[in-house]
């Protein structure tokens, strides 16, 4: 806008002898905007383009905030069990629960409370032979035992059951012989079997002094 300002002066006081006035008036012209409409086309599309970036900005943080849970660890792998380690750490010997108490028990007792076993009858014969020499017979005698229970693997309840079957099957197949053999004798008019129990042997003296 232009500023103008101009001063008129009057001439009736004049005329009647007083001093003139002086009048002083301002405006302001304004130039016509002929962008106008453009200025409001790109203030809009300004706003518009601000707005979608707001909302992008929107949508992807929540796209962040939702995602799916990390999936779980996978289970450790179960170690070997006891009878595994203990098979493993003693050749040539067969894990037994109850044998396998008396073993730790003893270990308790000759190694002391709080001591670690490592689960081999080997580390049990060491700590017996570290004992005072008048406690290591009867330990030792014990060990020993125990030991012979272990190289021995116990027979499971299916191979019993296995063995009464077996047994059994025997026994009928030996029955079913028997009366075939005495139905064929009686058709050849044979003599029926004579059974012959062989008596048992003679104890010997093991207490006669020898000659």
Known sequence: PHHTSARASSGINAEYGGAPIIVTLKGVALKKDVYKEEKEKIEELLEKRQTQYSMKLLVEELVRGVHSPPPPAPPTPPGPSLPERFNVNNPYLHYQSDYYK??????????????????????????????????????????????????????????????????????????????????????????????????????????????
């Open 102 to 211: 008396e073993a730790e028990n003893m270990w308790s007792v000759v190694a002391g409370e709080g001591q670690v076993w490592d689960e081999t009858l080997d580390s049990l014969r060491q700590a017996i032979l570290k004992l005072p020499v008048e406690d290591q017979a009867e330990k030792m005698a014990e060990f020993n035992e125990l030991r012979e229970k272990l190289t021995q693997p116990r027979l499971q309840p299916h191979s019993e059951e296995a063995y009464d079957l077996c047994y059994g099957c025997l026994r009928a197949a030996v029955d079913r012989f028997e009366e075939e053999d005495k139905v064929v004798r009686g058709m050849l008019v044979l003599p029926e079997r004579v059974h012959i129990e062989e008596p048992p042997p003679l104890e010997t003296d093991t207490t006669s002094e020898k000659t």
